[in-house]
């Protein structure tokens, strides 16, 4: 049977169990499975394929990423956290919403991860918001929203997944992050101080009560300190990161601020560990699905679509992939599109020759998009159940905010000069500068 028949009846058959409620993963592995049975392709080389994707060293870091979001969140650190944020921009036109954001840009620098942010804030502020009078359909929209910045700033996951699979720098893409990530919570910020609802505005707090509560959020705020320091240092890898992260929670953040929750550490290990197992499952499904893209070509199929349309245009080919993507990410989760389509990406950021961590930040921000949008929309579906309303009430909340993300990608594609420049200025390297062999500085790629 030829390629692209085989290669339809794959995705046919992924997408009708994934429209009948069969988990990822398993929708995955059926389509494999039509797919070696159909072509000359071996069941044990699909298992084979399956070990592979979750045989990567680099990905250890997300386990501990997300053991160092379930203390934060088991251990009722994050209220701290939650008091600075109200302290900042309590005062401000939107109220809880605005700290909404301001909180989700400081603990997604701990987590790393969308559905962790979505799960805290749901739990911290959606209750007070409710109370204070916002609409559930707004309180879930924002949260949502706010959730995705997650998945650029550093540590995100999905920019681990992204570098260890596409043999990118991920403190490269860390640094890249930093930019758009910053980007769309001042936008969300901006929309809630106009259009959003005023909710009760608290009195300005002196700048006593702002040192307070800075002092008091010192110990968990050292977390970001530590992973970015010690990742742009080069004491330490990502994965190395997430493991002094963890032991300074357990060894000086917990004893500190809730001595009680010592006893309650080694089920915390147990559900991280029950956590991680559902995106690794669903990588190594994904490594199989998208090896079998890359051996029946289609990921030369597409490719050369989109370059018959684009050409050698960076901007043209980024676009487009940005489209592809936002379909697709509508319908899948971010860590298995990435593996699927990563001969893709290859494929067109040589052909277009474009820097890869750009790439990979313009394909990361269109994936966080795709959390919130229609069909599938993973953190805006939590979001809703967290705080009781339909998942329709809160699309049509969530719809004017899809203008931040807008200018956030078009953004992001069009001035890259921004985009790169932090990490052009602290690990050149990672974004393919190379030393002057004037013996100072380096010369990067333009």
Partial sequence: MSAPIVLALMSICFLSFGYLGVPVPFSLMAGVF?????????LAAIIQKIFDGVDSEALLAIPFFLLVGELMSSANVVVRIANL?????GHIRGGLSQVVVV????????SGST??????????LGGPMKREGYEPAFIAAIIASASTIAALVPPSITAVVYGAVGNVSIAGLFMAGVVPGLMIGFGLMIYCYF???????????????IVFAAGDAALPLMIPVILLGGILTGWFTPTEAGVVAVAWIILVVIPALNRGHLRKIPYDFCLAGLIFSLPLITIGAANAFGWMLAYLRGASYIADMITSIAGNDPHLIMLLMVLLFTVVGDFIEPVPTIII??????????????????????LIATLAFGLITPPYGLVLLMASKFVGVS??????????????????????????????????????ESVGCFKSPAGTGYICPK
Avoid at 85 to 89: A, R, Y
Avoid at 411 to 418: D, H, L, T
């Fill in 85 to 89: 944020s109200v302290s900042l921009v």
């Fill in 115 to 124: 559905t962790a942010d979505v799960a805290v804030m749901s739990r911290a």
């Fill in 103 to 110: 909180f989700s840009m400081f603990f997604s620098e701990m």
């Fill in 391 to 428: 998942f329709a009430k809160a699309l049509r909340a969530a719809l004017p905010i899809y203008v931040v993300f807008f200018a956030t990608i078009a953004f992001a594609i069009y001035f890259p000069n921004v985009v790169l420049w932090l990490p052009q200025h602290v690990l050149p």
């Fill in 195 to 209: 259009f959003g609802p005023s909710g009760l505005r608290k009195p300005r707090a002196p700048l006593r009560q």
């Fill in 341 to 362: 389509f990563m001969p893709l990406v290859n494929t067109l950021t040589e052909a277009g020759d474009i820097n890869g961590v750009h790439m990979g930040v313009v």
């Fill in 34 to 42: 039509i797919g070696a049975i159909l072509s000359d392709v071996s």
